[in-house]
């Protein structure tokens, strides 16, 4: 059966309809890598007009559980784009600060300024997941955020940004071996916190948290994609392929230049 990258505003979504190693299109892992350089190559001399014409901004949000693959993601799609137009922000637990603040105050500092690229390694999504889950706030006031994450997002999309937002789909067979592979990996167990464990023991919770922010933030000007990700090629070459066509879409342009540039010869 084929399975839909996005689906329509007010669409119950229950990951389990979702394989997490399904492959949009006809590509293999012989053929990404060529796909996946030539779709970042022509997002460079896009990313370039952006910046370029300093109009517009492009906030690509990454959520995914622990070892989906952000960091990965993060390092194929932006390759080659230049480093000045890019912002690459993690969200990690919120500082003190962060904590005196309304949810999204730490989230709206972070966006990209125009003729930009922003990516967030998590979101403000982790305010309706890990929050939702751990009962980090009481159920009254995060049950009213997925509502104020949509205001949040009409508010930035007004001011001409455009949101891509990546829910990267692995199962639970999939962590358990990545998990496995930064505990024997010496230059991956960094990655590695016992913490991850128990995180995993909530796995069915965090699934759940996710099919509702899924379901309630499916907007139509700013949908979830949802990116089969225990194939790492295929997660990197179908977000690849989101980014180049969302730029492509976008067609920014050169602004106009100085009148009169013809005739001079610089001596
Ligand atoms: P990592 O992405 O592996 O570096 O981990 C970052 C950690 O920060 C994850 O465990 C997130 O769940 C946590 N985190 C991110 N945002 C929030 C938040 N708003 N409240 C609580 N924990 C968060
Ligand atoms: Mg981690």
New binding site residues.
């Given amino acids: 059966m084929k399975q839909p990258l996005t689906v329509p505003p007010g669409t119950k979504i229950d990951l389990s309809d979702f394989d997490p190693r399904y492959v949009h299109g006809d590509s293999s892992k012989n053929s990404s890598e060529a796909e996946i350089a030539k779709l970042t190559e022509a997002s460079r001399y896009l990313a370039y007009r952006l910046y370029a014409e300093n109009r517009r901004a492009v906030l690509l949000v990454l959520q995914g559980m622990?070892t989906a693959g952000?960091d990965g993601t993060i390092r194929t799609v932006m390759t080659g784009i230049n480093p000045q137009s890019c912002q690459i922000v993690?969200?990690?637990?919120?500082s003190s600060e962060e904590r005196d603040h309304d949810?999204l105050w730490r989230i709206h500092k972070a966006m990209p300024r125009r003729g930009n690229i922003g990516i967030f390694?998590?979101s403000h999504y982790?305010?309706v997941?890990?929050?939702r889950v751990h009962n980090?706030v009481p159920k009254s006031e995060w049950e009213t955020r997925y509502e104020r994450i949509n205001e949040f997002e009409n508010l930035l999309i007004e001011g001409h940004v455009t949101i891509i937002k990546c829910f990267l789909h692995i199962s639970k067979e999939e962590q358990r071996e990545r998990l496995q592979a930064r505990l024997d990996r010496p230059h991956k167990r960094w990655k590695f916190s016992k913490?991850d464990l128990s995180?995993r023991e909530l796995w069915d919770d965090y699934q759940k948290a996710y099919e509702v922010a899924l379901t309630r933030c499916n907007t139509e000007h700013a949908p979830w994609h949802i990116i089969p990700s225990d194939r790492k090629w295929n997660r990197n070459l179908t977000v690849s392929k989101i980014l180049h066509d969302t730029l492509k879409k976008l067609d920014p342009q050169f602004p106009a230049c100085e009148a009169g540039l013809d005739d001079i010869v610089v001596e």
Avoid: I
């Fill in positions: 622990d952000k993690p969200f990690k637990q919120p949810f390694n998590r982790e305010d997941l890990v929050v980090l913490a995180e």
